[in-house]
């Protein structure tokens, strides 16, 4: 590390330059081994600093080892590996502080232990890289133009760190360090200067802000599918990948990707490499909506996580309209609604995500919507994009802008997540599972019909008996927890209507709440108040309802409110009808469903029976969809 410069004045060499003299002396001496002594206790699998689960690497080839340190591992500088690597000197990497640990040997690896990783060793980051993109017709075919770029480069000192070039010759892509931007955008545009005017090459661009990610590993070379699993990992961490680059040794991948992303990148890759080292997976859920639903569902996990302690389900986000609670650690579930309550935290959903965003490394994350808000609904494609899952009651979404739901589709088929939506129909009934295992399985729905709304089943069983008017049922059923947060989507049908549309989209049916016949019992004029004001003047619509039930009864009847959906006709509609007394659905009782499947197999229908309203049944359908996503 002491030096004398050639005039003989004393100095001191550059960073690691004892690595590289005692790297040198050895070669000089023909030593039967090196060491170099640091401050830990070798190399690890990934910086320590920035990666959980890191393994201390018993082995690594020359090769590997040139590989990592170029790519920013600190440990070692690359110029003390080639003096050993060239007479075949074992080097072993030491702490001083740890003499105990018998650290890191880099050699040929001829006999190494076999890792229990298949490819990737080793993963590291730089930082601080610009992008250079150079593309255009005007390169397809022209010899030297690779040559050009490095040459003029060079002339200004610019190193290039990493070089991409598609197989259609229309493009290179250079890795640089940022600090030399202007540098290299004034020299690169004085020697393509003649190009871009012809308009041969496109305008050379520059992204700042950016970082490489290096995978390293002998294990890979000849090894198949390893840059799909990188790049699959990748992409369900919602990193973007901006270029990638591996040589004829297969021995490292090089990826360019934002610099912003460096640390969840490297963690994301490490995880999915060294999975054996990850805790045994559990599910992070993040509540939007804590009202009645939201406040049974969090009672059955906390009772859940009573009866399994070793795999709970972690709460760690809360969220109201207005405020929310969010932390690293489960939130408790016994004192929650006080802690709400009491929360100076103004909700917001960004927060929740890049919070979140740390649990995805080891485990699957899920938002769950318990609201019937539309603005919620409409971050579920931003949440799947960016790696989280959704397990959604709320119908807003399936049953809103189709091009939406298609999007939607088109994700989970392209990427490892997963929406689950079971209680958006028939509350804690099996309705959506049967209807996808058909499609599965081959089967052909013809039709679906039925009783679909808990609520409607309820405030017409109730009516049916004659002695209540209809408001008196109406104010029972909210206070019940049975109707919507507003209960006109009840009473107009537009609760029933969109699980119709949902049903018929699992049907394969393109149909729209605009495309279904709706008979609403919401009067024109009640339509815009207020909540409260609605439920003041409901009474005043008594006498009208009443007549409809005397008119059934004289005729032996009684009112039922039935959906159908029919798959060959391609329509849905929604009426209240008279049935008669022995009519199957006259038979239902409380808040009971009762939907039939006619399909091309099942000569006589099949039919699903059961309470299709109220908080606890509905968050159980939540709680079995969040269960069947994260273990099954």
């Known amino acids: 590390f002491i030096a004398a410069t050639r005039e003989g004045q004393p100095t001191t060499l550059d960073r690691n330059s004892s690595d590289v003299s005692a790297a040198v002396v050895a070669a000089l001496l023909r030593a039967t081994s090196c060491v170099i002594w640091t401050d830990v206790d070798g190399v690890f699998s990934a910086n320590p600093k920035y990666v959980k689960n890191t393994v201390l690497l018993e082995t690594l080839s020359y090769k590997e080892a040139l590989e990592l340190s170029y790519f920013g591992a600190r440990v070692l500088h690359p110029n003390a590996i080639s003096p050993c690597m060239n007479l075949n000197i074992p080097l072993y990497i030491r702490n001083t502080f740890n003499p105990k640990c018998p650290g890191t040997k880099i050699s040929s690896n001829e006999n190494a232990p076999k890792s229990l990783v298949v490819g990737a060793k080793g993963f590291s980051t730089i930082d601080n890289i610009a992008l250079i993109n150079i593309e255009g017709t005007g390169m397809v075919g022209v010899p030297g133009v690779a040559a050009r770029v490095f040459g003029c480069l060079k002339e200004e000192g610019v190193n290039v760190i ?7 010759e229309q493009s290179i892509s250079v890795g640089i360090d940022e600090k030399q931007v202007a540098t290299s955008k004034k020299v690169l545009d004085k020697e393509f200067y003649r190009e871009i005017e012809l308009g041969l090459l496109q305008e050379i661009s520059f992204h700042s802000s950016c970082a490489i990610l290096a995978i390293v590993g002998d294990g890979m070379i000849h090894t198949p599918g390893i840059a799909g699993k990188v790049c699959s990992t990748l992409g369900n961490a919602g990193v973007n990948i901006l270029a990638i680059a591996q040589g004829s040794s297969q021995r490292n991948i090089s990826i360019i990707i934002k610099a912003v992303d460096s640390q969840l990148a490297v963690q994301s890759v490490h995880n999915s490499f060294y999975s054996y080292l990850i805790e045994k997976p559990r599910a992070v859920i993040a509540l939007i909506g804590p009202g009645n639903v939201g406040a049974a569902l969090l009672k059955q ?23 929310m609670l969010l932390s690293e650690t489960p939130l408790d579930l016994d004192t929650w609604e006080a802690n709400l309550n009491a929360s100076t935290m103004v909700t917001d959903l960004k927060k929740i995500e890049q919070s979140l965003s740390k649990d995805k490394l080891t485990t699957t994350v899920s938002f769950v919507d ?9 971050k579920y494609l931003h949440w799947l994009k960016y790696g989280f899952n959704i397990v959604a009651a709320n119908k807003k979404f399936f049953s809103g802008n189709i091009d939406d739901y298609e999007a939607l589709k088109k994700s989970l088929a392209e990427r490892d997540v997963q929406c689950f939506y079971e209680a958006t129909v028939g509350a804690g009934l099996p309705v959506m599972s049967p209807l ?22 309820y405030l017409f069983n109730q ?10 049922i109406v104010y029972e059923a909210v206070k019940l927890g049975y109707t919507e947060p507003d209960p006109r989507d009840d009473l107009s049908a537009m609760d ?24 609403s019992l919401v009067e024109k004029e009640l339509e815009s108040v207020s909540i409260k004001e609605f439920l003041e003047k409901l009474p005043n619509y008594d006498k009208k309802m009443d007549q409809l039930y005397q008119q059934a009864k004289q005729k032996g009847k009684v009112l039922c409110f039935i959906g159908e959906v029919d798959a060959l006709k391609k329509t849905a509609s929604l009426t209240l009808q008279e049935i008669s007394t022995d009519h199957p659905l006259a038979s239902l009782s409380g808040t009971e469903n009762m939907i039939s499947f006619h399909t091309e197999w099942y000569k006589y229908p099949l039919i699903v029976r059961g309470p299709g309203a109220g908080p606890q049944v509905t968050a159980a359908g939540v709680f079995g969809d969040i269960l069947n996503l994260n273990f099954k």
């Not at 996990?301 to 809360?318: G, Q």
């Not at 009516?463 to 008196?472: L, T, V």
């Not at 699980?499 to 989209?505: E, H, N, P, Q, T």
């Open 162 to 168: 990493v070089i991409t070039q598609g197989s259609s």
């Open 301 to 323: 996990i906390s009772s859940y996580n009573a009866r399994f302690p070793t795999n709970p389900i972690h709460v760690k986000a809360i969220a109201r309209s207005k405020k």
């Open 370 to 378: 318990t609201t019937s808000s539309e603005d919620v609904a409409t």
């Open 436 to 457: 996808r295992n058909m499609d599965k399985t081959g089967d052909k729905i013809i039709k679906i019909e039925g009783v679909f709304s808990g609520t409607l089943s």
């Open 463 to 472: 009516f049916r008996a004659g002695n209540k008017k209809f408001s008196e």
């Open 496 to 519: 029933f209507a969109r699980k119709l549309v949902i049903l018929s989209r699992e049907c394969g049916l393109a149909l729209s709440l605009s495309g279904i016949t709706i008979h």
